[in-house]
Structure formats: structure tokens, C-alpha cells
């Protein structure tokens, strides 16, 4: 699975958005890009997923840039419940292994 | 409600004990896996199931054992050659073997 690079760390003030960014310049052409958050001592918990085109669900938007090495998620209003570590993830679809989590992003909603 | 669970959510063990994680999910997913996590890291798979009677080994296996007897049970045994057993365990289940879900956790605390 490709590597993922992410900031350390990012704040955000509550009911504005949050743009988590993702870099993954290895990708390949079967890899679809991941993302999941923890919140502190719990399970990590999956947000969305896309291959190629941006994809929106009730959570969250994934914008993938045309080259495919970046991307970005967006939580449209954020919520001092989103403050969590947010996992980009990068695999091939069909992998039955493990999901790959790196470092993360520390996102703080800020009140 | 539909979900996995864990138990017990504290687990303590002591020098040359053998402890049992409990993981179950009524999802019906076919795919089960256990991770580790330690403080500040991310997750490292320690076995996965793919089917019923049958599964294989993570990146950590070593010290721990695993059984799937049945599709909504993978329970995971800390052995006492698990030198450096504290940590967060997380088990996930998945369908399709793309999205992860994941239960609450266990903190396995040595004393």
C-alpha cells in the first residue's frame, strides 16, 4: 500500500470548516484513498473513501486531485465532537489485510 | 442494534497469565481482524480471519493466539510469551474486505 503523508496537527474553530489535507504521490491506479478518525480511546471509526472522483456522505466530503497524489477532507461544520486524529489511508481494493494507519492529523475543534 | 462489541473494556494480567479478549459482531461480516495499538502510534495487525475456521497472521503475531469457530466470534489470547502485552486492542470486522469497523477496544494493563 502506498505511504501517506499528513501535518502533525491542525486547529479549527467550531462551525467553520475543516480541511484535513493528504499527501500520497506513490499512489497507484487500484488504490483507493481511506479516511478514518479516533477519537481518544476508542475504536477508530471510518469516514469515506474514493477513487478517483470526489465523493460526499453525511460525515464528510473527499476532494482527489486529478493526478490523484493528494487529497483533502472536509468536515463542513466542524463540532468540538470532531476533535479526534484523523488516518489517511491508502489500499488496493480487494486487500484483506490490515488497514496501514500511519501518524495521523490531530485535529482540535476549538470552541 | 448492530455492531461489534468488546469485552471486557480493562483487562488486567499478571506475570505468566494467559488473558482472553472477546470480540463479537452481529453484522454478519465474514472478515475479522485484531489490532494493537500502543500510546501515540498507530495500529499494527496482529492476526485476521477471512472465514470461519480459518485465519492467518499479522505483522505481530508473536505471544498471541486467535480462534474463529464461529462467523461472529474472533476471540484473542494474550499468552504469556507476550513479553510486552500493555496496550490498546482493537478488533474490526469488515464485508467486502474494504471498510473496517471497529469495536470499543480493550486496555490490557500488566500488573
Known amino acids: 500500500d502506498a505511504k501517506t503523508t499528513q501535518p502533525p496537527s491542525m486547529d479549527c474553530a467550531e462551525g467553520r470548516a475543516a480541511n484535513l489535507p493528504c499527501n500520497h504521490s506513490t499512489i497507484s491506479g487500484n488504490e483507493y484513498v481511506y479516511w478514518y478518525r479516533q477519537i481518544h480511546s476508542q475504536g477508530p471509526q471510518y469516514i469515506i473513501h474514493?477513487?478517483?472522483n470526489n465523493e460526499t456522505n453525511e460525515m464528510a466530503s473527499l476532494i482527489i486531485t486529478e493526478d490523484r497524489k493528494s487529497s483533502t477532507l472536509i468536515l463542513p461544520h466542524a463540532t468540538l465532537r470532531d476533535t479526534a486524529v484523523y488516518y489517511c489511508?491508502?489500499?488496493?481494493?480487494?486487500?484483506?489485510?490490515?488497514?496501514?494507519f500511519g501518524s495521523g492529523t490531530q485535529l482540535t475543534v476549538l470552541p | 442494534d448492530g455492531g461489534i462489541t468488546q469485552s471486557p473494556k480493562y483487562l488486567f494480567r499478571k506475570e505468566g497469565q494467559n488473558v482472553t479478549l472477546s470480540c463479537e459482531q452481529n453484522l454478519n461480516h465474514d472478515a475479522m481482524y485484531w489490532y494493537r495499538q500502543d500510546p501515540g502510534q498507530g495500529l499494527r495487525l496482529i492476526y485476521y480471519?477471512?472465514?470461519?475456521?480459518?485465519?492467518q497472521k499479522g505483522d505481530i503475531a508473536e505471544g498471541y493466539s486467535v480462534s474463529r469457530e464461529k462467523k461472529e466470534s474472533f476471540p484473542l489470547t494474550v499468552t504469556s510469551a507476550q513479553k510486552n502485552p500493555t496496550a490498546f486492542y482493537l478488533c474490526?470486522?469488515?464485508?467486502?474486505?474494504?471498510?473496517?469497523?471497529f469495536g470499543p477496544g480493550t486496555r490490557l494493563l500488566v500488573l
Open positions: 480471519s477471512q472465514i470461519v475456521n480459518d485465519f
Open positions: 474490526a470486522s469488515s464485508i467486502d474486505m474494504e471498510t473496517q469497523y
Open positions: 489511508i491508502v489500499r488496493a481494493s480487494g486487500s484483506a489485510r490490515q488497514l496501514t
Open positions: 474514493g477513487l478517483k
